[in-house]
Structure formats: C-alpha cells, structure tokens
Nanobody
C-alpha cells in the first residue's frame, strides 16, 4: 500500500498565497508522476498541476503563472505553491501519485484532500 498525506490548506484572502504539501509513504519502489487535482462543489475533479520524476511539469491553463508544482524525490514529497489566489480557486485539493510498488505492481494513490478557501 502507498499512502499520501496532504497538508497546508486553509482560508486565505484573494490575492494571498498558500503552499500545499503531500508526502507519500509505504511500499514505494519509484514514483513516476505526482500531481494535484481539485474539485469544487458541483464540479468534476480537474487536474491542476503534475510533475514527473525528471521535473517536467504541466499546468491547468487558469493557474499558469500563479501556481508552481515542485517535488523532493528523496522525501517522496510534492508541493504546490499557490500565489495570487482567486475565489474560483476554492476547492478541495487532492494529491495523486503514480508509480511502481516494491515487490511487484503499479500504484495510483490519492490523498484524503485538503480544503482551500479563497474569500474575503
């Protein structure tokens, strides 16, 4: 089993910043991609940002230039620095990791989610 634990959500005013963290643990041989998704009330979950083990990144158009994803491979941890936050960024943010387990087999694991609320 591979577990993901997120932290860093909360309430912030428009224009403010937050940094999310997600640490993976368990039967990990290697993590290929780590990413952040979000789901707002009444909407489908969407990919916010993803990063490969080699550092290649991809972002949702609406967050480009405001959000930065990074990872520490030694710590199996991914971060999401969110700047210039807008009310429309309000959502539950979920961490995802895909890779190969020790022993045999692949994993595709999710965190429990952390609430981000942008409001004055």
């Amino acid at each position: 089993q591979v577990q993901l634990v997120e932290s860093g959500g909360g309430l912030v005013q428009p224009g403010g910043s937050l940094k999310l963290s997600c640490a993976a643990s368990g039967s990990i041989f290697t993590i290929n991609t780590m990413g952040w998704y979000r789901q707002a009330p009444g909407k489908e979950r969407e990919l916010v940002a993803v990063i490969t083990s080699g550092g290649i990144t991809n972002y949702l158009d609406s967050v480009k230039g405001r959000f930065t994803i990074s990872r520490d491979n030694a710590k199996n941890t991914v971060y999401l620095q969110m700047n210039s936050l807008k009310p429309e960024d309000t959502a539950v943010y979920y961490c995802n990791a895909k890779g190969i387990k020790t022993g045999w087999g692949r994993f595709d694991s999710w965190g429990q989610g952390t609430q981000v609320t942008v409001s004055s």
